[in-house]
């Protein structure tokens, strides 16, 4: 068991629940690929990162999806709104770890690279965030659970990151930044990928395992 536990928040593959301002531009079911293409991304560049790993489903745990293979615990969500849901899981994860990180499935740019360098970050500094575009974060991690920075925080917002950031600043802890990288949230963000979204669910592609998704 490693000291270290990667938590990945994602969304259960129902449609009109995933990528609902993205729907608004290319359809609901157009919307449902491209958030199967993120979460396929989200489990290729976390896969062979060494550290325990876990999955929180937003509303259920799927069975025989490709978290179920052995290399993910698997659990859900518990809370309301995200910011419950995300300080539920850091409270909880640390009875157990004392490296704690967590990442959505929004983040097309986001690679095993950054993941792994936020790691090595928190061996020196009490907090580690990789700021989004949008003025979110696209990833989190901290060494003690620090209830503050979920509270009364407006996400979905440009405001995020920075209410975050002063709050660390007030409690006086060392924080490690990342690269700026892009959520996919809407058509101007997808369109700033490489996905090939209008092809998407066409015929299913076979990744580096020789699996269809």
Same mark, same amino acid.
């Given at each position: ?7 990945? !928040? ?19 079911? *157009? ?12 489990? *290729? ?35 309301? *709104? ?11 994860? !640390? ?15 986001? /690679? ?13 500094? =009490? ?22 920075? !979920? ?7 440009? /405001? ?24 996919? =949230?809407?058509?101007? =963000?997808? *369109? +700033?990928?490489?996905?090939?979204? +209008? ?7 076979? =990744?580096? +395992?020789?699996?269809?998704?």
């Amino acid at each position: 068991m490693s000291d270290k536990l990667l938590m990945i !928040f994602v969304k259960n593959l129902i449609p009109g629940m995933v990528k609902t301002r993205l729907a608004e531009d290319i359809g609901i079911d *157009k919307a449902l690929d491209v958030y199967q293409e993120l979460v396929h991304h989200t489990h *290729k560049i976390t896969k062979k990162i060494e550290v325990d790993k876990a999955v929180y489903y937003s509303e259920y745990v799927e069975i025989e999806d490709i978290w179920d293979n052995g290399d993910f615990k698997l659990t859900s969500q518990k809370g309301f *709104k995200l910011g419950e849901k995300m300080s539920n899981a850091f409270d909880e994860a !640390f009875d157990s770890y004392n490296k704690v990180i967590i990442i959505g499935s929004d983040c097309y740019d986001l /690679s095993s690279k950054h993941i792994k360098l936020a790691f090595e970050m928190l061996e020196e500094n =009490d907090v580690v965030v990789g700021p989004a575009k949008d003025g979110g974060y696209y990833l989190l991690g901290m060494k003690e659970y620090l209830p503050q920075l !979920f509270e009364d925080k407006k996400y979905s917002t440009d /405001s995020v990151l920075n209410e975050l950031l002063e709050e660390v600043e007030e409690m006086e802890l060392s924080v490690y930044k990342l690269p700026t990288l892009n959520d996919i =949230d809407t058509l101007a =963000d997808l *369109k +700033e990928t490489g996905i090939d979204w +209008e092809n998407l669910g066409v015929d299913a592609e076979v =990744d580096d +395992e020789g699996e269809a998704y």
